[in-house]
């Protein structure tokens, strides 16, 4: 029996003006956990889909088991036991579990399909997991975590031997996270080899045996976890050591410039009230769905039906949309830079000039030449990596997409900027960027309130941390007082 | 020295790159030209008589209604919607502005105002329907088409009205300044479609209209007033069907009640195939006029060769299912990108 469960030699593949993997080669052992690191665009994600044959090489090719094998389509790597559990779930949302897990392979039986033993193949496979999971239940009404599951048993319905997790972690919670792990080791017990791709290095520790590094589309480094540390991993993905991971500084923090009392909305938000201050980096912790975003939006006026007292730098502050919050100095960069932060299709100076078309304006006409002065003043200030001011938002990176959406807020010249979720799908060195970002604005004497389910973040960054649990405020913590444990002690209380 | 040669040259070839991305992104943004001069070849090879002023004069006033519905569905499509009630807007108000002068006597200037108001309740009533009630623009479209032209039939008996004062001839049979080769209503889309172009790329309105379309979460967090962006670019459609159906009523010196019908099919095809998506959020004013040109062309050449008109609307709806084809496998092609 061959030892090595997937042996990649020599992979390369071009697009148009980029090679995302130049000459790729590393082995896979069979039953272990492989971490898969890199920063954005390193070439994690072109390696996913040519292995799920999605894309096709241009140079290399793979051995499965010691036999040399093509995949040319999805299904042939299916075929092939090969699986993927994409960050994007691919279920439908109006089909129940078993019907999802099954999808298009119904049991045939003598009346239609034979429900009876899809149901049971179904149980069987949520049982090879250890976890409980009701077949009948409607995928929509499923948390992520619980989605990401049935898309689990669908890949062991395949008889995958190689499963193949992008970013699984990104969107549970810490409770759903330790499912997760659970179900990890039952699957590795069973002998199934897991390609795990995360942002989140600690889980790489925790999780993987061995790490494998690319940047730049290279293959830089596989090594067994236990002979590498956090910086050392850090300075491999991105190929020089970085200064402190948390810049945080010592600012001054002023006076109240955003008072909340009692803030309501039904079944939503219950009581909240909180206080931040000029240079104040104030961080709201919980789980998913504590009530988090919802505190944001109701600042922001983007929901309706929230009652309670809001008082903007010791005035009465009620706003009825979000074009008064923002004309009130009050900015939001939104959890989903993609669906609520940019218009993709938009070029860089046109969305950073979004929030504030008075910016850009001589009485009735926009000014090309204003515009495209204002967007180098913010290319420039925030470091924004992109060719021109022309480039279309979507082809930037995570981190750099991030910079455009602060630039929006800070041309819109908002004193209170909310983040939520800052560096969520972002690279390790464009984090620390975003990190010292946020305190360099701290110490201009902007309010900060960052909203984080990333616990070393908020820990590492914020001054105070507001701790939210199914709509209250159930802990506020001093940034010298505050661990992980005392947070999520509150978040789960 | 080597340092300040080598920044030199990067200068001078990104200003380059710059000129060769402007041009670039010209014929992105009117890739339509090259299809509109393929087919005045094809035709002119195909037909001794289309490459004349004359025809072409023609061609752009038989045109011109249409392209000022291509003009206010341009707004409406870019900020991802679809309004398929204009058409029957044009039928409508083209009766009322010859009722307003025949059955009430009317002067025709208020007549003019009136009706334009007309179009503007259309307008505002389909963009309420759509951003206040959430119902797809399809559908709620597809209800007051249905309505308008049934209340034109109602009010009409279903017969043309006739005696449009002489004043009004002009609007749509007339020439500026006596000039044969520039009838009145041309000259109308050419002094509309430059206005809607300024507002389209530089103002406020305009540039809101895309950020809507592209992606109406992040403009409405930005501040965008993104449901009032919406509605005000129905009301411009239904001003713009009324001016068209006032040109129509003056062209036939009668107000028609099947005036406009099908209009709303040949807005959208020449909007699309002039680069605007269905999904929103891009294409351009002249790229849209040069779709209601294309689809001018196409009709005249197919007439000039002698094709009769049924297989004519098969032709045309051939040419929108391959334009909105074109479209979403181009925006399928960049996602993947």
Known sequence: MAEYALRINNISKSFPGVKALDDVSFDIKKGELHGLVGENGAGKSTLIKILSGVYSTDLGSFELNGVPVTVDTPLEAQQLGISVVHQELKLVESLTVKENIFLGRPFKGKMGIDWQKLRDEAVNLINRLNISLDPDELVSNLSVAQKQIVEICKALSYNADIIIMDEPSATLTEKELETLFSILHELKAQNITIIYISHRLEEIFKLADTVTILRDGKHIDTLPVNQVDREKLISLMVGRTLGMEYPKRKVEIGEPVLEVKNLNRKGVLHDVSFTLHRGEILGFAGLVGAGRTEVARAIFGADRGVTGEILLNGKTYSPKNVSFAVSNGIGLIPEDRKEQGLVLDMMVKENISMANFKSIMSSVFLMPKKEESIAHKFIDALHIATPDAERQVKYLSGGNQQKVVIGKWLNAESDILIIDEPTRGIDVGAKAEIYSLMCDLAEEGKAIIMISSDMPELLGVCDRIMVMHDGRITGELMAEEATQEKILEYAIM | ?337
């Not at chain 2, 005249?300 to 909105?324: D, F, R, W």
């Open chain 2, 1 to 337: 020295m080597a340092t300040s040669r080598t920044a030199g040259k990067t200068r001078g070839s990104a200003q380059g790159a710059g000129a060769l991305r402007r041009i670039k992104r010209f014929f992105d943004d009117y890739s339509i030209i090259y299809a509109v001069l393929i087919l005045i070849v094809i035709l002119s090879i195909a037909s001794p008589d289309f490459l004349s002023l004359k025809n072409f004069t023609n061609v752009f006033r038989q045109i011109s209604m249409i392209a000022i519905l291509t003009i206010g569905m341009f707004f409406v499509m870019v900020g991802g919607g679809i309004d398929i009630s204009c058409g029957a807007t044009v039928g409508l108000t083209g009766v009322l502005f010859a009722m307003f002068m025949v059955n009430y006597g009317m002067h025709p200037v208020p007549a003019f105002i009136l009706t334009v108001l007309a179009g503007v309740l259309i307008g505002t009533i389909n963009g309420t329907l759509v951003t206040r009630f959430g119902i797809p623009a399809m559908i709620a479209t597809l209800g007051t088409q249905s309505i308008s032209r049934g209340f034109t039939y109602v009010i009409t008996g279903a017969y043309p009205i006739s005696g449009i004062p002489e004043s009004v001839s002009f609007l749509g049979r007339g020439y500026v300044l006596g000039l044969e080769w520039l009838p009145w209503p041309v000259f109308i889309v050419a002094i509309l479609a430059i206005i809607a172009h300024y507002m389209a790329q530089r103002t406020r309105f305009g540039r809101s209209v895309y950020a809507v379309g592209g992606n109406p979460e992040a403009a409405y967090l930005s501040g965008i007033k993104d449901k009032r962006i919406q509605i005000i670019s129905y009301i411009a459609l239904g001003a713009l069907s009324a001016i068209s159906g006032m040109i129509l009523t003056s062209r036939l010196a009668s107000g028609q009640p099947n005036g406009g019908l099908t209009w709303e099919f040949e807005a959208v095809t020449a909007a699309v195939i002039g680069g605007v998506s269905i999904t929103g959020g891009r294409g351009r004013v002249f790229g849209a006029l040069l779709g209601a040109i294309l689809i001018g062309l196409l009709t005249n050449g197919m007439t000039l060769i002698g094709m009769e008109s049924y297989p004519q609307q098969m032709v045309k709806g051939i040419v929108l299912v391959l334009a909105i084809g074109f479209d979403i496998y181009s925006i399928n092609k960049k996602s993947k990108n």
